[in-house]
């Protein structure tokens, strides 16, 4: 069975630094998709980076980079030169193949000057 | 650019009541999927859609239906409405590939007294 896991209910990080949201992820299957998705305080669902299970080198997306590994199984997101309106719900999710897509439970950060 | 569109934003109902909320999307999209997000618990995967007339089971699907005619529309049906089905609702949908991000729409914020 897929399972994300977020252990990080909460993070503060002051604005211009950098701050690594860590995500763990469960499955057997050797091919899968990994992603990360920004939801503000408005509520929408904002796609940020995507990692695949057979991706050589990590996802990068402007200040957004994903520390993949794979034997580990984590796939944390890094966010570089923080900013206020990065304050928001993070959350990892994991596709296998092409099925569901299972989501953790998210982190909330936020950015203070 | 229409994107995934949901119906209604809000509703309120009581107990024991049913309805539906509708989905649509213009982008062609074979996958389509319902969540719902309750605090601290992420979003959850009620069902989804592979394609037009194929539909499953995520984590959460008692107390919900689905049917994918079209498509373009899935929409989810609450038969018998119970507070514990109090939740904001989003429905997402990408193309058929692993890599392939979900779009999502923009929610329903539903209650159940």
């Known amino acids: 069975a897929q399972k994300i896991t977020q252990t990080q209910p909460g993070m503060f990080v002051q604005e211009k630094e950098a701050v690594t949201l860590d995500c763990t992820y469960d499955?057997?299957?050797?091919?899968?998709?990994l992603f990360w998705y920004k939801q503000p305080s408005s509520g929408e669902m904002i796609f940020l980076i995507y990692?695949?299970?057979?991706?050589?080198q990590n996802a990068t997306e402007g200040r957004y980079s994903l520390n993949f590994q794979k034997a580990r199984k984590s796939a944390n997101l890094v966010i570089s030169a923080s900013q206020l309106g990065d304050s928001a719900m993070y959350f990892c999710?994991?596709?296998?193949?092409?099925?569901?897509?299972?989501f953790g439970t998210g982190t909330r950060l936020q950015v203070f000057p | 650019n229409a994107g995934v569109t949901q119906t209604p934003k809000f509703q309120v109902l009581k107990t024991g009541q049913s309805m539906t909320l509708q989905c649509a999307q213009d982008?062609?999209?074979?996958?389509m999927s319902w969540y719902r997000q309750d605090p601290g618990m992420g979003l959850r995967l009620i069902h989804y859609?592979?394609?037009?007339?194929?539909?499953d089971q995520g984590e959460v699907p008692n107390g919900y239906n689905v049917s994918r005619s079209t498509t373009e529309d899935f929409p989810l049906r609450l038969l018998s409405a119970a507070p514990s089905q109090t939740s904001v609702y989003f429905c997402?949908?990408?193309?058929?590939?692993?890599?392939?991000?979900?779009?999502f729409g923009n929610g329903t914020r539903l209650t159940v007294t």
């Open positions: 982008m062609n999209h074979e996958y």
């Open positions: 499955t057997s299957d050797p091919s899968y998709g």
């Open positions: 859609s592979v394609g037009a007339g194929i539909t």
């Open positions: 990692q695949g299970s057979y991706d050589q």
């Open positions: 999710a994991m596709r296998r193949n092409t099925d569901k897509l299972i």
């Open positions: 997402a949908s990408s193309k058929g590939q692993e890599s392939s991000p979900l779009h």
